[in-house]
């Protein structure tokens, strides 16, 4: 049975009204998805571009060195840090697991605490490991 057959005129018009809803809500949440990590992207941006403690100190953050090579950065602590997550659209920042996280197959990570990008940790989407990662 193929898609065009589930959408015939031979089923009830009560289940295709539902399998069309169910689609169009799929679709929403995906787009309010993919907004969401493109907000946080730009305010990440910004926030990498701040130079001055000024700036930074207006922005909420903290001018300091980060990494091995000790680049300077605005560092903005999150509210949620910390706070149980399976996706990172539940965090101001991402959701992560420990680095060397050897959790079953569904993982409950915690939202990261600040922009920070440095350190080793493993990325968590949908409740699933996605990848790990060292930056220094």
Same mark, same amino acid.
């Given at each position: 049975?193929?898609f065009?057959?589930?959408?015939?005129?031979?089923?009830?018009?009560?289940?295709?009204?539902?399998f069309?809803l169910?689609?169009?809500?799929?679709?929403?949440?995906?787009m309010?998805?993919?907004?969401?990590?493109?907000?946080?992207?730009?305010?990440?941006n910004k926030?990498? !571009?701040?130079?001055?403690? !000024?700036?930074?100190?207006?922005?909420?953050?903290?001018?300091?060195?980060?990494c091995?090579n000790?680049?300077?950065?605005c560092?903005?602590?999150?509210?949620d840090?910390?706070?149980?997550?399976?996706?990172?659209?539940?965090?101001e920042?991402k959701?992560?697991?420990?680095?060397?996280?050897?959790g079953?197959?569904?993982?409950?990570?915690?939202?990261?605490?600040?922009?920070n990008?440095?350190?080793?940790?493993a990325n968590? !989407?949908?409740?699933l490991?996605?990848?790990?990662?060292?930056?220094?």
């Amino acid at each position: 049975m193929d898609f065009a057959h589930w959408l015939s005129v031979e089923y009830h018009p009560m289940i295709r009204a539902i399998f069309s809803l169910t689609l169009v809500l799929l679709m929403l949440f995906a787009m309010k998805q993919w907004m969401d990590t493109s907000k946080k992207a730009a305010v990440t941006n910004k926030l990498s !571009e701040i130079k001055t403690a !000024e700036s930074c100190d207006s922005a909420g953050g903290e001018l300091r060195q980060v990494c091995m090579n000790g680049t300077q950065m605005c560092i903005v602590q999150y509210n949620d840090a910390e706070k149980p997550c399976i996706s990172g659209v539940q965090c101001e920042g991402k959701c992560r697991a420990p680095y060397n996280h050897q959790g079953s197959m569904f993982t409950v990570g915690s939202c990261s605490t600040s922009n920070n990008p440095c350190g080793c940790w493993a990325n968590v !989407e949908f409740g699933l490991v996605q990848k790990r990662i060292c930056r220094d």
